[in-house]
């Protein structure tokens, strides 16, 4: 990164309440240690404390996605690196969390599909398409059938935005964010 992009970086994040960005490998056992590094003191409010559950949530199921449906180094050239990044932000009156990591081509459309559908449904159509899939047991071998998408989306109110860019013929980035908003106009104060 040069001085000029780590500057319109900073400025980018500047006023920004919160910014954590994570950068590196994942794991089921950093996990814990990152979500435990990006918490934080926010005042004791009703709204506030449900919201920091929500966020909470979003930050654990983001990290799980990564680690489970991420290209690991060992399923690649070990000369290639391709680190995965999470990133929390508070700005203003929202929590914007991201992730980014190399998936499977193979994955993409799939996942494409899954987005698209999650994202067009209405809190009540979430809520029957959650329970059919829990009780249709349709997991993958990773260990998912797109519970914590659909969950995601149905805490939050707010649809995944999400792209994906090919960076080798069979990888590509896999890039999710989804924006967690105050239900009142008062921006979220930090104690």
């Known amino acids: ?36 590094l990006s918490e934080f003191n926010i005042k004791n409010t009703e709204e506030v404390r449900k919201l920091r559950k929500k966020v909470s949530f979003i930050m654990m199921e983001s990290f799980q996605n990564i680690v489970r449906h991420g290209i690991k180094k060992t399923d690649f050239d070990a000369k290639t690196t391709y680190p995965s990044t ?8 929202a929590f914007y969390i991201t992730s980014v990591n190399i998936i499977d081509n193979k994955e993409v459309k799939n996942l494409k599909e899954k987005l698209d559908k999650i994202n067009t449904l209405s809190k009540e159509e979430l809520k029957s ?32 935005d999400y792209e994906f860019k090919e960076v080798e013929k069979e990888k590509s980035y896999c890039y999710m964010r ?14």
Request: proline fraction near 1%; hydrophobic fraction near 40%.
């Open 1 to 36: 990164m040069s001085d000029n992009q780590l500057l319109d970086f900073y400025e980018e994040l500047y006023l920004d309440n919160l910014s954590f960005i994570y950068n590196g490998r994942f794991s089921d056992a950093i996990t814990e240690k990152l979500i435990e």
């Open 86 to 93: 999470f990133l929390v932000r508070n700005r203003g009156k």
């Open 129 to 160: 398409l959650f329970n059919k899939v829990l009780t249709s047991e349709s997991f993958s071998d990773k260990g998912g059938a797109g519970l914590g998408l659909i969950e995601m989306v149905r805490r939050t109110g707010e649809p995944i």
């Open 178 to 191: 989804i924006k967690l908003k105050r239900l009142d106009d008062t921006e979220i104060k930090f104690a």
